[in-house]
């Protein structure tokens, strides 16, 4: 059984910076960041394979946010770094088999965490 629990989101200024982290327990499995806004379908941000040696992004937040991970500590964070308005979301931790941006890849979800990106 998969467990995964999100922390660190918050409001944040546009051009701010915030620090997801995502704790997980059980067995060490490709990991991923999705977001959802309202109205808008399941988003995903960023991926990091099991051993940390492969990450993706997606286009609009490629070079503003860094995914990482320690097994040890059994955690993953998002770093987000020069945030704006459409970067606002529930941001949601995401376990996998494989390593991928496909929805259809994630089989293990948490409970979301709430990013707001406003003056």
């Known amino acids: 059984q998969v467990q995964l629990a999100e922390s660190g989101g918050g409001w944040v200024q546009p051009g701010g910076s915030l620090s997801l982290s995502c704790n997980y327990s059980?067995?060490?499995?490709?990991m991923g960041w999705w977001r959802q806004a309202p109205g808008k379908e399941r988003e995903f941000v960023a991926a990091?394979?099991?051993?940390?040696?492969?990450?993706t992004y997606t286009d609009s937040v490629q070079g503003r946010f860094t995914i990482s991970r320690d097994n040890v500590k059994n955690m993953v964070t998002l770093q987000m770094n020069r945030l704006n308005p459409e970067d606002t979301a529930v941001y949601y931790c995401a376990a996998a088999n494989s390593f991928g941006r496909e929805l259809i890849r994630y089989d293990w979800w948490g409970q979301g965490t709430q990013v707001t990106v406003s003056p």
């Open positions: 990091i394979s099991w051993r940390g040696d492969m990450t």
């Open positions: 059980g067995y060490t499995y490709n």
